[in-house]
Every structure is written in C-alpha cells, then in structure tokens.
Nanobody, 116 residues
Framework: QVQLVESGGGLVQVGGSLRLSCAAS????????MGWYRQAPGKQRDLVAT???????SYADSVKGRFTISRDSAKNTVYLQMNSLKPEDTAVYYC??????????WGQGTQVTVSS
C-alpha cells in the first residue's frame, strides 16, 4: 500500500504562481509514473502532467509553457510548479502514482483557486 500526501494548494490571483508537492510513502514499492490530474466543479478529472521514471514528461495542451512537473526519486516526491495561473486553472488537483507493478494510487486532492 502506498500513501500520498499532497500540499501546496491555495488561493492565488490571476498571473500568480503556486507549487504543489506530493510525497509517496509505504513499503516495498517502486514508482514508474507520477503525475497530476485536476477536476473542476461539474467536470471530469483531466490529466495535467506526468513524469515517468526515466524523466520524460507530458503535459496537457492547456498548461504547456506555464506548468512544470518534476520529481525527486530519492524522496518519492513529485512537484508541480504552476506559473501564470488563470481562473480556468481553478480545480482540485490530485496526485497520481503508478508503481512498477501497475498499481495506481491517488492523493486526497488539494484545492487551487485562482481569483480574478
């Protein structure tokens, strides 16, 4: 079993920045992919960004050039640096971990609100 603890959400003005963190802990696991999804009220949960064990990254078109995902494999932690935030970035952000055994774990979610 893997536990995920997210932090870093909050309220920010348009154009501001936030950094989300997600730390994974547990026993006897290895991580393949780490990532972030988000879900706005009344909408489905959508991919924001992922980073694989080899370091390759992928981003939703809506965040390319503004968000940067990174990971510290030694700490089993993934980060999401969010710059130039827009009102449409407002959502609950969920951390995702996929282990090398293809087990998927989700964080509890952290609220990001961008005010205009």
């Amino acid at each position: 079993q893997v536990q995920l603890v997210e932090s870093g959400g909050g309220l920010v003005q348009v154009g501001g920045s936030l950094r989300l963190s997600c730390a994974a802990s547990g026993r006897d696991f290895s991580i393949n992919t780490m990532g972030w999804y988000r879900q706005a009220p009344g909408k489905q949960r959508d991919l924001v960004a992922t980073v694989r064990s080899g370091g390759s990254t992928s981003y939703a078109d809506s965040v390319k050039g503004r968000f940067t995902i990174s990971r510290d494999s030694a700490k089993n932690t993934v980060y999401l640096q969010m710059n130039s935030l827009k009102p449409e970035d407002t959502a609950v952000y969920y951390c995702l971990v996929v282990t090398t055994r293809f087990l998927t774990y989700w964080g509890q979610g952290t609220q990001v609100t961008v005010s205009s």
